[in-house]
């Protein structure tokens, strides 16, 4: 597994969500897909068809994406996709800490999951809104070492 300590990235930013939080996943996806590679199931979903879907969801969030973001609310982490997800999280984050990781808190009262340091801190996106987030998103990919293409006047 120590695989993603490499500065060789596919992706700069990956999401991981529930379904139920595909529409807002897909404006943030959206909001960054134009100045950085970007994953988004719905968006990649020809690049994975008829490989081995566990593996592949396995390795976006476990070595293929510099930033991961998590659309948190109660819920995720308990579906069967969700926790293949989580699961290479967990296991990125064994070996290379939770640098990598953002929660995006979707709901003010929703507990993170109990494996979270105490320390991390989240996003709040009732507190701060999309666009501060994809702002937040930026500055973790800048930070982390990754690319990001300046906004210009045709963008």
């Known amino acids: 597994m120590p695989e993603a300590a490499n500065d060789e990235f596919k992706y ?15 404006r943030m996806n959206d909001g960054l897909a134009d100045r950085m590679t970007t994953f988004l199931y719905s968006e990649r979903q020809k690049e994975l068809a008829g490989k081995d ?21 109660e819920g995720w982490g308990e579906t069967p996709w969700t926790r293949m997800e ?13 640098d990598f990781v953002l929660f995006i808190k979707l709901e ?15 996003l ?10 994809l702002a937040v998103i930026e500055q973790r990919v800048t930070e982390a070492g990754g690319q990001v293409e300046p906004d210009t006047a045709t963008r």
């Open 53 to 73: 879907g566990e593996e592949a969801f396995k390795s976006v969030f476990r070595s293929e994406s510099r930033t991961v973001v998590v659309l948190f609310r």
């Open 86 to 98: 989580q699961e290479a999280i967990r296991e990125r984050a064994y070996y290379h800490g939770y």
């Open 12 to 26: 700069e930013v990956a999401f991981s969500f529930l379904a139920i939080d595909e529409p807002l996943a897909r």
């Open 124 to 133: 709040g996106l009732r507190a701060y809104g999309e666009k501060a987030a």
């Open 108 to 122: 003010a009262d929703s507990a993170l999951p109990s494996w979270m340091p105490k320390t991390r801190l989240y």
